[in-house]
Every structure is written in structure tokens, then in C-alpha cells.
């Protein structure tokens, strides 16, 4: 099994502990830091549907709380869906901001991978916005 091959499944795994009781639909994600420590996450909804969190959220804000500044990698995976479920702009903007360069998303086809770049998120708005 690759290295791929086993983020994908961990974030499978993560998101099985979804709490997505309104839209049914189950992410689960991994962050993984440059030393190698993985953090992961799954979507937490709300009644009040705005303050739901999604998984890429979920597992950036455990990482970051536990210190991790960088997160080279990121792994995502949606259950309950068939086609590969890509990240929303908001978790888009999270994975800038700590320098993320590889986004796992898991499929049926099995996982692709594809480099945080200009297509992912063109022209971003990143730390060294605010000091120009
Ligand atoms: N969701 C994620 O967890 N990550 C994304 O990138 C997109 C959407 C969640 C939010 C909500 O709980 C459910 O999927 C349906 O939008």
C-alpha cells in the first residue's frame, strides 16, 4: 500500500466519525505535518447549518492548536459520495495559510493526488498580503 493509498484510508476512517446528521454526507480529512504526525478530522454540523465545520477545518484547527505551522500534505475523503469530493474555497484559504502542497482527494477509481497551486487557488490572499 502507498503512502497515498494509506492517507486515503485514514481519511475514510476519520470520516466515519462524522457528525452529519443534515446533510448525510460524510468528509473526513488528514493533515500531515512536516515531521511526519498526522492530525485528522471530519465534518461537525449544526442545526443552525452555518456553524457547521468541514473536515479540512476540522483537522487544520487540530493541527495548528497542537503547533504544527506547516502542513505539507492534506488528505481528504467524502463517503458518502461517488465522485471525488474536492475542497470548498473556505478549506481552500485554511490549507493556504499553513502551506499546503499536496491535496489527496480520495475517489472510487482510487485516491489522486494534485499540488496546491495557482489552479487550486489563483491569486490568494496569504500571510505576506498583509505585509505588502
Ligand atoms: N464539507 C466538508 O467537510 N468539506 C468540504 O470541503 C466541503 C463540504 C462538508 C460540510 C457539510 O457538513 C457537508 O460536507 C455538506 O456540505
Known amino acids: 500500500m502507498t503512502d497515498v493509498?494509506?492517507?486515503a484510508a485514514a481519511a475514510r476512517r476519520a470520516a466515519e466519525r462524522a457528525y452529519a446528521p443534515y446533510s448525510r454526507f460524510r468528509v473526513g480529512a488528514v493533515v500531515v505535518a512536516?515531521?511526519?504526525s498526522e492530525f485528522s478530522g471530519a465534518n461537525v454540523e449544526n442545526s443552525a447549518y452555518g456553524s457547521s465545520i468541514c473536515a479540512e477545518a476540522t483537522a487544520i484547527a487540530t493541527a495548528a492548536s497542537a503547533g504544527v505551522r506547516r502542513m505539507?500534505?492534506?488528505a481528504v475523503a467524502c463517503?458518502?459520495?461517488t465522485d471525488p469530493g474536492f475542497p470548498c474555497?473556505?478549506?481552500r484559504q485554511l490549507m493556504r495559510e499553513f502551506g499546503v502542497?499536496?491535496?489527496?482527494?480520495?475517489?472510487?477509481?482510487g485516491p489522486g493526488v494534485h499540488r496546491f497551486d495557482?489552479?487550486?487557488l489563483p491569486n490568494s490572499f496569504g500571510p505576506e498580503s498583509l505585509e505588502s
Open 101 to 109: 502542497e499536496r491535496v489527496v482527494v480520495d475517489g472510487p477509481d
Open 72 to 74: 505539507p500534505t492534506i
Open 34 to 36: 512536516e515531521d511526519g
Open 5 to 7: 493509498d494509506r492517507l
Open 79 to 81: 463517503i458518502d459520495a
Open 118 to 120: 495557482e489552479d487550486i
Open 89 to 91: 474555497g473556505n478549506c
